[in-house]
């Protein structure tokens, strides 16, 4: 087997480096992001990595940069990894740690290279609609996401699936396809493929504002929206005067006419109209300041009016 560097930070990152450990690979060090202020208490908390390196008796190091850090160097140079695993670590891999390793800096992709380069490939690639998605294994370049790609393997995007769900999943296919291609690097079974450039989509770091519902789009793009940006920016309108989130909704079918951004109560069901006489079947809503209710109780409560807009 052979000597690893593990640079991780999230939670996605947390069963490539279990599978790696059970698999034998010697990982000699692990680095993850500093402690951070994190939930409601903005306690100093440690990242799901390094929980994770703790609980397996692994080295670790939290550097706050690695471009310029001399020590961070010197550490890894005397490692000497054959290989340096890279999974949501969340810093740009300078020049110099790119080079360092024999087989390269591996990283593991949360989609289907060239689509979804990016921060947020999960979550875009539910939002846009896709059917169909993937991980990728591939070499780090100086590039965003731009590497040599090594292996794939896809997942298939279930309608009732959000990036809270899907997640999982592609983390545990890529922790399998993460050992199938070090393997394959060091057999030389492994051939590395240049991502075809015209190809690339782009799946930037979420904004609050991309959950700001837009009444123009079609109700099944709202949906794939509110379903890949959970838990975070959701779906939301102004209602009232009072920030309105969407928690679960469906694509509406047989409806009347429900105008766009509008409320409308038919036969025991709360629709939100969009564009092109499309409307979303509201489920689950939460008003500002108000716990989460089901669409019963919000038209119990609030008895929207079918002349009343929902505003954005």
Known sequence: MMDLVFCGTPLFAVPTLEKLVGAGFRVKLVATQPDRPSG????????????????????????????????????????????????????????????????????????????????????????????????????IDAGLDTGDILMQAEETIQPQDTALTLAPRLAQTGAELMISTLAGLKNGSATAQPQDDSKATLAPILKREDGLIDFSRSAVDTWNRLRGFQPWPGAFARFRGKMLHLHAAMPAAKIGVVAAAHFVVENDRLLLGFAHGTALDVQELQLEGKKRMSARDFVNGYRPKDEEAVGN
């Open 40 to 139: 409601r208490g903005m306690e100093v908390a440690a990242s799901p990595v390094k929980r994770t390196a703790l609980a397996l008796d692994l080295p670790i190091t939290q550097p706050e940069k690695i471009k310029n850090n001399d020590e961070f160097r010197a550490q890894l140079e005397s490692i000497a990894p054959e290989a340096i695993v890279v999974v949501g670590y969340g810093r740009i891999i300078p020049p110099w740690m790119i080079d360092l390793p024999k087989l390269g800096n591996i990283n593991l992709h949360g989609s289907l290279l060239p689509k979804y380069r990016g921060a947020a490939p999960i979550q875009w690639a539910i939002a846009m609609g896709e059917n169909i998605t993937g991980v990728t294994t591939m070499r």
